[in-house]
């Protein structure tokens, strides 16, 4: 595994190039302000190069990506609405536990596959939540 320590969006190109060269590579794109900003510049990047990349979160896939799985932020928001609710009613934040998601999705975009060359076997289509086409 190696790790591409990206800073800015001009080595975005430069890093997914240098994986591309990698034999048997593929990009996991770790859930960061950053990605999510440059989110198309990555996307892009991986496309050119003929990179596989997964990605955390379904709206990525949404954009262009090949696949995500990661924690359903909607439910997460949806959680969290119970937080407020009781800290607005006298609990100290520092008194509520820290949660841990519960619900994960998976969403594959098979336009994506095609354009990479890929099969997606068909017991991986049956198990996302999304299937983009």
């Not at 950053?34 to 997964?54: K, M, N, W």
């Amino acid at each position: 595994m190696t790790a591409a320590l990206v800073r800015n969006p001009a080595e975005i190109d430069e890093a997914v190039g240098v994986l591309a060269r990698q034999r048997s590579s593929a990009l996991l794109v770790a859930p960061d302000p950053f990605t999510v900003v440059h989110r198309g510049a990555i996307i892009r990047a991986a496309e050119q190069h003929r990179v596989p990349a997964v990605y955390s979160y379904r709206q990525h896939v949404q954009d262009g990506a090949l696949m995500s799985y990661g924690a359903d932020t909607i439910d997460i928001f949806r959680r969290s609405a119970s937080y407020v609710d009781r800290i607005l009613k006298g609990v100290k934040p520092a008194d509520l536990p820290a949660q841990a998601p519960v619900k994960f999705e998976m969403a594959i975009n098979l336009k994506t596959a095609k354009a990479l060359g890929l099969d997606v076997p068909p017991t991986l289509l049956a198990l996302a939540d999304e299937v983009i086409e």
